[in-house]
């Protein structure tokens, strides 16, 4: 019998109704051994979700004042649950505990952390699953980082000596054995980390929707699922604004090769999407997904001879490691180069570091232009397709959008396109249609 881990997300443990539909999820198949919650999230658009109520009880307690209304309100959220499934379980002690250390100065990460704890220990109680505690074997280095093989080692250990456990997620432990959480959505790599400790067969992760879609449904309102796609589109269709999984739950599960499974708890039926190392050969369209962000500054420098001068780009990175910046694309001409940036990043230091960059490079011309939008085309399909960008830019003409920015990989597995900001919705649309 094979294993598999499944991870809620937070609408899927909103309230009783949804928590009974994961405890179906979880019982409908003995392979489920290993559940990883998240907390408790909106049960509807105008509700708050747990881990943002503690947070707020944190910032309330660092100030001195009192935090007792809003973890009573956060803490109701369970006992919600608890009544609407008629469980035999009390988290009043629990409550007690997260309560008095708050009020005596606990810090952000574990109030922060409070919010799967408690579900893990409601989910435990109600599947009768032992409750594993990450702190006891998720670890986080002096940087902030997860500690992977450390991890990897303890969490398997632990693991493997038991049959079935709930682990919650979003947190571990620093070196000083401390609670401290990964960034916000980290329990999908939570998730990830499980997967792998376990060698599951496959790491099914529940969430509110049926999958990735092939383009945003605000830009694209009958965007069609992908039902299956490689860790490597997938990372490229997250960089560029997909969000449906966290981006570094990845890395744990890509390493040996197990197959990420998106489900919709709401839907069951729904077939989803499946992320795996290798995608068939034989898919029907040649394009994965479309995704893409707004907001980006493209900086080119112009000089004369530039092609055959020796550590002209890097001088110019290495002004903007000194800022502390990051290069988001590099496309280059015989005497030009532009530096693709995040506008975010430039604006507040944009005058300095243009006059840097026209020192330290010594450059004939230096331009800045704001406002682009970035799109990226991706499929492992287009290598072995001719015609691809042929498509892609004649759909661009003919909506009459002006491409500013080309960068191809030469792994070909995607196109980015730099489109004028306002452009951007059509431009998605017009190669959404010219593929799909
Ligand atoms: N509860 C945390 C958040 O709201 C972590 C997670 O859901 O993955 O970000």
Known sequence: MGVVVTK??????????????????????????????????????????????LLHAYSLASHGKPADEVLDYA??????????????????????????????????????????????????????????????CIYFNERGNLDQEKTHAALSRKLGSVRNAVVPGFYGADPQGQVHVFSRGGSDVTGAIVARAVSADVYENWTDVSGFLM???????????????????????????ANVLHEDSIFPVRHSGIPIHIRNTNRPQDPGTLIVNRVPKDRELVVTGIAGRKDFTVITLEKAMMNSEVGFGMRALNVLDRYNINF???????DTLSIVLNSREVEPVQEELLRELQEVTECDHIEVSGNLALIAT??????????TSARLFSALAQAGINVRMIDQGSSELNIIVGVDGKDFEKAVAAIYDAFV
Not at 33 to 40: H, L
């Open 215 to 241: 383009a945003d449904p605000r830009i694209v309102p009958n965007a069609r699922t992908i039902s299956i796609l490689s860790y490597r589109e997938l990372r490229e269709l997250s960089y560029m604004g």
């Open 8 to 53: 809620f997300g937070g609408s899927s443990l909103a309230n009783a109704e949804q928590v009974s539909k994961v405890l179906d999820i979880v019982r409908s198949d003995l392979r489920n051994r290993f559940v990883v919650p998240s907390a408790p999230g909106k049960r509807h658009s105008e509700d708050e979700k747990v881990t943002d109520l």
């Open 328 to 334: 988001e694309h590099l496309p280059s001409g015989i």
């Open 75 to 136: 803490f109701s959220r369970y006992r919600d649950i608890i009544r609407g499934l008629d469980l035999d379980l009390s988290l009043e002690d629990e409550f007690e505990i997260i309560r008095e250390r708050i009020a005596s100065g606990a810090s952000r990460d574990y109030c922060a952390s409070r919010g799967e704890y408690l579900c893990g220990k409601l989910l435990a109680a109600a599947l009768g699953y032992e409750f594993v505690d990450p702190v006891d």
């Open 378 to 387: 991706v499929g492992h399909g287009m290598v072995s397709t001719p015609g």
